[in-house]
């Protein structure tokens, strides 16, 4: 009888432990699955940061896309750099994006620092108006375009970044005044539009390329979306490199 009365005492002493084990295992279980959930979160999140995009119409005459490495000109396109430079990044871009304004500030400066400027990489830009989205975008290309005609695209390109916030026809006399411009020349050449077939064309290109949102890379035909930091720059660059 105390034999029975003392097995029957030491499982209940154990039945309340068993239950706290079972609750301490679950709560771990529980706070593990809600870590990677979020770790997965971030890493998405991480991927997709950065990337404004709006609905395109796909181009006439598309047919199958071609691959990411492919269908890609950058004959007659603005680029800094060497031209025969080992590695091309072709950046498809929207002057009225606050992503691609962002990658302008934060991270264009240490691409032309570390790669540009030391005959690593040639840096071509290229349009990719979310006109849907941005209405300011094509205007803002056909521009730029014709501060190109006078050589000052890329003075023109920094100023654009650079005030974002005042984009429209007014500002754009006033930069190309500022800049030194022909102004009857480049008010007739942006009032005329004479550029637009060829933003099309970069817009086509890019679709074709893959590109669905802005800012977006080609680095040697690998695409790379979105305003990553400059460590996703560097690794992509420094593979291609590698790669000779």
Known sequence: MEEHKEAHHEQAHHEPQKRSDIRNYVIVALATALIVIGAVWIRDSFANAGTQKAALPAPAGLG????AATGVSTEGSYFKGKENAPVTIIEFSDFQCPFCGRFFQQTLPD???TYVATGKVKFVYKDFPLDSIHPHATPAALAARCAGEQGKFWEFHDLIFNNQQSLGESSYNQWASQLGLDAAKFSECS???KYLSAVRQ?????QRAGV?????FLINGQ????????AAFQQAVESALAQG
Do not use: K, Y
């Open 223 to 230: 695409l790379l979306s979105g305003a990553q930091p400059f």
């Open 212 to 216: 669905q949102g802005t800012p977006a």
């Open 64 to 67: 199958n896309a071609p691959s």
């Open 202 to 206: 970069d817009l086509v290109e890019g």
């Open 191 to 193: 009032s005329s539009r």
């Open 111 to 113: 691409i032309e620092r």
